[in-house]
């Protein structure tokens, strides 16, 4: 049973911020990092997915060790995608609604450089970035991380899967003076191992949150047996029983989703499509429509929709299983937010049928046979 937010050690002016927002009982990440960080407030290695409540179990301890008094950049949080550094933002101003003004600044590819620097000559207690922005402002000198205690790398996998790992380096080099890193990853492959030694004490606090835990139990998982060939009209018919529904529809390469997309909007059916090729310009504008809900169902690939955090969606269709298990989580939790329900459709081969057998025992869910009424 999780404790209140007020057990956990948050003021009750935060608390007041959160309720606001909808967020009553903490999750299981933020019942074991809150008061790690809070109490002991050492280094720490977090295993949690997307979905799970990291950003205000990171979130509400950082903006509680900040000094508004201070005018340096106390706080630095560095996120893989521009959604996600952008959401976490989102999030850390508004939990301080009700709180003495802690100011955080957004850094990110595709905003206007310029007005970045500007905004930086005003207060800064905490920085969100990505690290290559975060890189080229520190180059043109608009920007001194030197003064940063707390350091949190978030999606640590995802940066070094992005291909982050000078920046990164970098990073750890100019904030040595910090007096604690956060790391929080969902995966941990071999290459993140030189993160955690380069930047970690020995001593760093491990916390995992179990994958039982990770899988929201407002999702409905469905499965289709469905031929390659056969995909794309399954998909279509779907898509127009859903009346006024919406949702995503996942392909594992950009090939594949601009096709998808292609065949569908070919059928007169109101879809985008979001993938790694897009301008910065170009997927602002799909993902404002999306938001907008001017267009009513997206096809992307894996790594073009990290970060992002559309409400409302009832469904999420799988066109192909993911090549990592921890994808399917992250897909599938784009649908029942905020206590709602959602439906999770994998459209399997025939050949892969024995993949929902793995996932029912990894993720501890159950599927059933999807059929079309």
Same mark, same amino acid.
């Not at 508004?68 to 550094?85: F, M, N, S, Y």
């Not at 920007?143 to 940066?159: G, P």
């Given at each position: 049973?999780?404790?209140?937010?007020?057990?956990?050690?948050?003021?009750?002016?935060?608390?007041?911020?959160?309720?606001?927002?909808?967020?009553?009982?903490?999750?299981?990440? +933020?019942?074991?990092?809150?008061?790690?960080?809070?109490?002991?407030?050492?280094?720490?290695? %977090?295993?949690?997915?997307?979905?799970?409540?990291?950003?205000?179990?990171?979130?509400?301890?950082?903006?509680?060790?900040?000094?508004?008094?201070?005018?340096?950049?106390? *706080?630095?949080?560095?996120?893989?995608?521009?959604?996600?550094?952008?959401?976490?933002?989102? +999030?850390?101003?508004?939990?301080?609604?009700?709180?003495?003004?802690?100011?955080?600044?957004?850094?990110?590819?595709?905003?206007?450089?310029?007005?970045?620097?500007?905004?930086?000559?005003?207060?800064?207690?905490?920085?969100?970035?990505?690290? *290559?922005?975060?890189?080229?402002?520190?180059?043109?000198?608009?920007?001194?991380?030197?003064?940063?205690?707390?350091?949190?790398?978030?999606? %640590?996998?995802?940066?070094?899967?992005?291909?982050?790992?000078?920046?990164?380096?970098?990073?750890?080099?100019?904030?040595?003076?910090?007096?604690?890193?956060?790391?929080?990853?969902?995966?941990?492959?071999?290459?993140?191992?030189?993160?955690?030694?380069?930047?970690?004490?020995?001593?760093?606090?491990?916390?995992?949150?179990?994958?039982?835990?990770?899988?929201?139990?407002?999702?409905?998982?469905?499965?289709?047996?469905?031929?390659?060939?056969?995909?794309?009209?399954? /998909?279509?018919?779907?898509?127009?029983? +859903?009346?006024?529904?919406?949702?995503?529809?996942?392909?594992?390469?950009?090939? *594949?989703?601009?096709?998808?997309?292609?065949?569908?909007?070919?059928?007169?059916?109101?879809?985008?499509?979001?993938?790694?090729?897009?301008?910065?310009?170009?997927?602002?504008?799909?993902?404002?429509?999306?938001?907008?809900?001017?267009?009513?169902?997206?096809?992307?690939?894996?790594?073009?929709?990290?970060?992002?955090?559309?409400?409302?969606?009832?469904?999420?269709? #799988?066109?192909?299983?993911?090549?990592?298990?921890?994808?399917?989580? #992250?897909?599938?939790?784009?649908?029942?937010?905020?206590?709602?329900?959602?439906?999770?459709? %994998?459209? /399997?081969?025939?050949?892969?049928?024995?993949?929902?057998?793995?996932?029912?025992?990894?993720?501890?869910?159950?599927?059933?046979?999807?059929?079309?009424?």
């Amino acid at each position: 049973m999780s404790q209140p937010f007020a057990e956990l050690g948050v003021p009750a002016e935060m608390i007041r911020g959160l309720e606001e927002l909808g967020i009553v009982t903490p999750t299981e990440v +933020q019942s074991k990092v809150i008061p790690f960080l809070l109490k002991d407030g050492g280094d720490l290695i %977090a295993q949690a997915q997307t979905g799970t409540g990291k950003t205000a179990a990171f979130g509400l301890p950082l903006l509680m060790k900040m000094d508004p008094k201070c005018r340096d950049i106390q *706080g630095l949080v560095v996120a893989p995608t521009r959604e996600l550094a952008k959401q976490i933002g989102k +999030q850390l101003f508004r939990f301080t609604k009700y709180t003495e003004k802690i100011f955080v600044e957004v850094l990110c590819g595709g905003d206007n450089m310029d007005r970045q620097i500007e905004s930086l000559c005003r207060p800064t207690h905490i920085v969100v970035a990505t690290p *290559g922005r975060l890189i080229d402002l520190i180059l043109r000198r608009a920007l001194n991380i030197k003064t940063v205690k707390h350091l949190v790398l978030d999606e %640590a996998d995802e940066m070094l899967s992005l291909g982050f790992k000078k920046q990164l380096e970098d990073i750890i080099r100019l904030t040595s003076q910090r007096q604690t890193t956060w790391l929080f990853s969902a995966t941990f492959p071999e290459s993140i191992q030189f993160l955690i030694k380069g930047c970690m004490s020995a001593q760093a606090h491990s916390i995992k949150i179990d994958q039982t835990h990770v899988v929201n139990r407002d999702i409905e998982h469905k499965f289709s047996v469905c031929r390659q060939e056969d995909k794309q009209a399954f /998909v279509a018919d779907f898509l127009k029983r +859903q009346g006024e529904e919406r949702g995503l529809i996942f392909c594992r390469t950009r090939e *594949g989703a601009m096709t998808l997309c292609r065949e569908l909007v070919a059928l007169g059916l109101p879809v985008d499509v979001l993938q790694g090729d897009l301008s910065q310009k170009e997927r602002d504008k799909v993902m404002r429509a999306f938001k907008k809900e001017r267009v009513q169902f997206m096809v992307a690939t894996d790594v073009a929709a990290r970060g992002i955090d559309v409400a409302g969606l009832s469904f999420v269709i #799988h066109h192909q299983l993911p090549d990592q298990m921890e994808y399917y989580t #992250h897909r599938s939790g784009r649908t029942a937010r905020a206590g709602k329900k959602g439906i999770s459709l %994998a459209l /399997v081969d025939p050949k892969e049928k024995w993949k929902i057998g793995s996932l029912e025992t990894k993720l501890k869910v159950s599927f059933s046979e999807y059929r079309s009424r």
